[in-house]
């Protein structure tokens, strides 16, 4: 009698153990998703943690938060009855709104509220997150173009101001082959085993070299900051972060030339135009 009541299937222990599971699936796939790499350093460098890329954390998070919904629905509802008698005085057995309930509400619409109104400690929380995800970002790691990694060469080379034929002919120098200009940057990365930002080194390495210490030269000169540029060429600084406002262009010293011309939706030649002037 005991082996067949052991042995049948129990549903309100099926849920609570699949909510539990559930549960720490999400607080372990959180706790990734919250010290990872914003998604252009993460899709550029091709961060993994323990062979996992934010996309595979990302989609892990999502399923399991659909499967706790889902286990979390089912035990309630197997288990209404004694939820509903939190909501019941002892005393009188009848409908009222209990301490326990209060609590919670209340303690639900502060964090709601003070979230929103970008209240300490909630604020500090976002602000640490912040900080965390954008330590992940190094100078010579970044993608010269946000995404860049889903564009085509042909895409890449316009946008970075960099020359097509000196790119695909350095990638199939190092045994990279290109089938067409239009192979996207990241899908042609994979397809050899390197990360885009590998892709993209080799692509542009003999093409700054040839460019070293020529003005306008496409990816050399998109790299340097507006202090180094203005140092080289002889021009004053202050005076070409004004020439560069006036003209709608947000620009500080330390940018790169290609961060403040992607940022006003132009290319580091066109740049030259203005500090000219």
Same mark, same amino acid.
């Given at each position: @009698?005991?082996?067949t009541?052991? !042995?049948? #299937?129990s549903?309100?222990? #099926?849920?609570?153990?699949?909510?539990?599971?559930? #549960?720490i699936?999400l607080? %372990?796939?959180?706790v990734?998703l919250f010290?990872?790499p914003?998604?252009?350093v993460?899709h550029?460098t091709?961060?993994? &943690?323990f062979?996992l890329?934010k996309?595979?954390?990302?989609?892990l998070?999502?399923?399991?938060?659909l /499967?706790?919904?889902?286990?979390s629905?089912f035990h +309630?509802? &197997?288990n209404?009855?004694?939820?509903l008698g939190?909501?019941?005085?002892?005393?009188?057995?009848?409908f009222?709104?209990?301490?326990e309930?209060?609590?919670a509400?209340v303690?639900g619409? %502060?964090?709601?509220a003070?979230?929103l109104a970008e209240?300490p400690?909630?604020?500090s929380l976002?602000a640490w997150n912040?900080?965390?995800?954008?330590?992940?970002e190094?100078?010579?790691e970044?993608?010269? +173009?946000p995404h860049a990694e889903?564009? !085509?060469l042909?895409?890449?080379?316009?946008k970075?101001?960099?020359?097509?034929?000196? @790119? %695909?002919?350095?990638?199939k120098?190092?045994g990279?082959?290109v089938e !067409?200009?239009?192979?996207?940057?990241?899908d042609?990365?994979?397809?050899?085993?390197?990360?885009p930002l590998q892709l993209?080194?080799i692509?542009?390495?003999?093409?700054?070299r040839?460019?070293?210490?020529?003005s306008g030269g496409?990816?050399?000169m998109?790299?340097?900051t507006l202090?180094?540029f203005?140092?080289?060429?002889?021009l004053d600084?202050t005076?070409?972060?004004?020439?560069?406002r006036a003209?709608?262009?947000?620009?500080d010293?330390? @940018?790169t030339?290609r961060d403040i011309?992607?940022?006003?939706d132009?290319?580091?030649?066109?740049?030259?135009?203005? /500090?000219?002037?």
């Amino acid at each position: @009698m005991n082996d067949t009541r052991s !042995s049948r #299937f129990s549903g309100r222990g #099926f849920t609570s153990v699949a909510a539990t599971l559930c #549960f720490i699936a999400l607080a %372990v796939t959180g706790v990734v998703l919250f010290v990872t790499p914003p998604g252009r350093v993460a899709h550029w460098t091709d961060w993994r &943690l323990f062979g996992l890329t934010k996309d595979n954390w990302s989609a892990l998070h999502i399923w399991f938060a659909l /499967l706790f919904l889902i286990t979390s629905g089912f035990h +309630i509802w &197997l288990n209404w009855r004694p939820l509903l008698g939190y909501f019941k005085s002892k005393v009188t057995r009848r409908f009222a709104l209990r301490r326990e309930w209060t609590l919670a509400l209340v303690l639900g619409s %502060v964090v709601a509220a003070g979230t929103l109104a970008e209240l300490p400690p909630f604020s500090s929380l976002i602000a640490w997150n912040e900080t965390i995800k954008d330590s992940w970002e190094k100078s010579d790691e970044r993608a010269p +173009i946000p995404h860049a990694e889903l564009l !085509s060469l042909r895409e890449l080379a316009d946008k970075a101001d960099l020359d097509l034929e000196t @790119m %695909v002919a350095r990638l199939k120098a190092k045994g990279i082959a290109v089938e !067409s200009p239009e192979s996207i940057v990241r899908d042609l990365a994979h397809e050899h085993g390197i990360t885009p930002l590998q892709l993209y080194n080799i692509a542009i390495r003999e093409i700054e070299r040839g460019n070293k210490g020529r003005s306008g030269g496409g990816g050399g000169m998109g790299r340097k900051t507006l202090k180094q540029f203005c140092a080289d060429e002889g021009l004053d600084l202050t005076v070409s972060i004004e020439r560069l406002r006036a003209a709608g262009l947000e620009a500080d010293a330390e @940018m790169t030339l290609r961060d403040i011309a992607t940022r006003g939706d132009l290319r580091p030649p066109d740049l030259l135009d203005i /500090l000219s002037e």
